[in-house]
């Protein structure tokens, strides 16, 4: 089996950073790109709020949640992934695991490293990683973080 592309999705939180050891081991042994993915929660397209807030609003606000997400993988990057030479980052808008599978796609990823639970997991086995291992066409790796691992370091 060939590995020349892993994707590691992380919603910043420290659940998703226990994934990073399987991430780095692998992309070392297969000598793989590392495509990191962060996406942003879609604020839905909808009147004004009270006459105050309208559509440049909510996409001046986009755009600014965008930048700190670039900028936030950036620091990964630099903390984690020695300077990541085989790395790729993604920002996308949307439903995670929608967004997750799209990827898979699109760039041709071989394989999926996850953690089972993120910020806002309320179950041992979280929603989007579920849906991900469901519906993958690539192989996913699921890193358990039980949730008192996740308040612990909160």
Not at 35 to 58: A, F, K, S, T
Not at 101 to 116: F, H, P, Q, R, S
Not at 139 to 149: D, G, L, N, R, S
């Amino acid at each position: 089996m060939e590995m020349k592309k892993i994707l590691w999705p992380t919603d910043f939180s420290n659940a998703a950073e226990k994934a990073l050891p399987q991430v780095t081991s692998l992309t070392e042994k297969y000598d793989a790109e590392i495509h990191v993915l962060y996406v942003m929660e879609d604020i839905p397209h909808h009147e004004p709020w009270y006459g105050v807030l309208n559509q440049e609003h909510v996409e001046e606000f986009t755009q600014k949640t965008h930048r700190a997400a670039n900028k936030h993988l950036e620091q990964i990057c630099d903390k984690y992934l020695d300077g990541c030479p085989l790395y790729i980052k993604h920002v996308a808008t949307g439903d995670p695991a929608q967004e997750i599978l799209k990827l898979i796609e699109t760039e041709g990823i071989d394989m999926v490293v996850m953690a089972t639970r993120g910020k806002k997991a309320h179950f041992p086995f979280g929603s989007v990683a579920e849906k991900v291992v469901k519906n993958s066409p690539v192989p996913v790796i699921t890193v358990p973080v039980k949730p008192a691992e996740e308040e612990a370091e909160a």
